[in-house]
Antibody, heavy 119, light 107 residues
Framework: QVQLQESGPGLVKPSETLSLTCTVSGGSINSYYWNWIRQSAGKGLEWIGRIYSSGSTNYNPSLKSRVTMSVDMSKNQFSLMLISVTAADTAVYYC?????????????WGQGTLVTVSS | EIVLTQSPVTLSLSPGERATLSCRASQGVSSHLAWYQQKPGQAPRFLIYDASNRASGIPARFSGSGSGTDFTLTISDLEPEDFAVYYCQQRSNWPWTFGRGTKVEIK
């Protein structure tokens, strides 16, 4: 059973960079797409982007200028960086695995981590 | 981007009743629609993919239908653990988008 766990600071100052890591256990990160999705009261569930095990990425155009994702196969981890954050980036951030057979659906999710943007 | 509109916002039902949830897309998404269940403090749980296919381990009382712009999630014979928020999500066009959810609450 694949398990995902997000980690990173719960508080980020405005204009700084949000950095989160997702550790995958119970399976290899190889040959799947790995996603970041956030949830806020204001915007609901919002897909941020995804990264393949090879490092190939796709980002939501609304966030593309501020997002970078990376993968570390040796640690079975993938990461999210979001620069120049504002209060609008306050949300619960989830990492999620994309299903192998059906691109664009998410079969395993992390528990989520709340990131608050505040000075 | 494709906007998914879910209705009703809240559905008040009793255990044993049938729940019918709607998701309407602002443009056609073929059958590329999924459903998720979320309980308070938990991550969404994958229920249905490609409009009508149950994910692994999902009980048969959950069923999905529809194509194009109109989709339905039906929960027959509601169990106590089914009271939650349900989201639809499309994978037809970038960026993938979610609806705002329907809360199924105990009447």
């Amino acid at each position: 059973q694949v398990q995902l766990q997000e980690s990173g600071p719960g508080l980020v100052k405005p204009s700084e960079t949000l950095s989160l890591t997702c550790t995958v256990s119970g399976g290899s990160i190889n040959s799947y797409y790995w996603n970041w999705i956030r949830q806020s009261a204001g915007k609901g569930l919002e897909w941020i982007g995804r990264i393949y095990s090879s490092g190939s990425t796709n980002y939501n155009p609304s966030l593309k200028s501020r997002v970078t994702m990376s993968v570390d196969m040796s640690k079975n981890q993938f990461s999210l960086m979001l620069i120049s954050v504002t209060a609008a980036d306050t949300a619960v951030y989830y990492c999620a695995k994309e299903t192998g057979g059906t691109t664009g659906t998410f079969d395993y999710w992390g528990q989520g981590t709340l990131v608050t943007v505040s000075s | 981007e494709i906007v998914l509109t879910q209705s009703p916002v809240t559905l008040s039902l009793s255990p044993g009743e049938r729940a019918t949830l709607s998701c309407r897309a602002s443009q056609g998404v073929s059958s590329h629609l999924a459903w998720y269940q979320q309980k308070p403090g938990q991550a969404p749980r994958f229920l249905i993919y490609d409009a009508s296919n149950r994910a692994s381990g999902i009980p048969a009382r959950f069923s999905g239908s529809g194509s194009g712009t109109d989709f339905t999630l039906t929960i027959s014979d509601l169990e106590p653990e089914d009271f939650a928020v349900y989201y639809c999500q499309q994978r037809s066009n970038w960026p993938w988008t979610f609806g705002r959810g329907t809360k199924v609450e105990i009447k």
